[in-house]
């Protein structure tokens, strides 16, 4: 997550429906603390505006995100994972949040400090394909 709140923004491409699944969720998540329970803040999940999401072919999002955002999302996939009784979460959700988390987790291995040069934005994709040459039904 360290390495997620230093990237300055990065870009999470998606279907438009795993976006709208993102941000319903990801503002419930709670990290379970000594004392009580935390909330993820409104001040550390700021996703963008419907202005700033470029709408692509095939239902398909780009969405730039901060790099404090983008630790929200790191920090709710990891944060759902238990399965107790008491979990709100359903295998599901926990299977999205497996692999949206696998996917930054990949994206930030790439990442290195900057030293104040521009370089490529990170880019996060959420668009697995069928391997088969014969994908039509």
């Known amino acids: 997550m360290a390495t997620a709140a230093g990237v300055g ?3 999470v491409r998606c279907h438009r429906n795993t976006w709208a699944y993102l941000l319903e969720n990801v503002p419930k998540d709670r990290e ?9 803040s409104t001040t550390t999940f700021r996703p963008p505006t419907e202005d700033e999401i470029t709408s692509e072919k095939d ?11 983008l630790g929200a ?8 994972q238990p399965d107790d009784i008491g979990s709100r979460w ?12 696998a996917a930054i987790s ?11 040069q521009d370089g490529p934005t990170v880019v996060i994709y959420l668009d697995d ?4 040459q014969d994908t039509q039904a």
């Open 90 to 101: 359903t295998q599901l959700d926990r299977s999205i949040g497996r692999r949206v988390g």
């Open 9 to 11: 923004a990065a870009c």
């Open 106 to 116: 990949q994206a930030l291995r790439n990442v290195i400090p900057s030293s104040g």
């Open 129 to 132: 394909r069928f391997a088969g």
């Open 59 to 69: 239902g398909m999002v780009t969405v730039s995100l901060s790099g404090t955002t």
């Open 32 to 40: 379970e603390a000594f004392a009580a329970p935390r909330s993820q």
């Open 73 to 80: 999302v790191l920090s709710w996939c990891r944060n759902i």
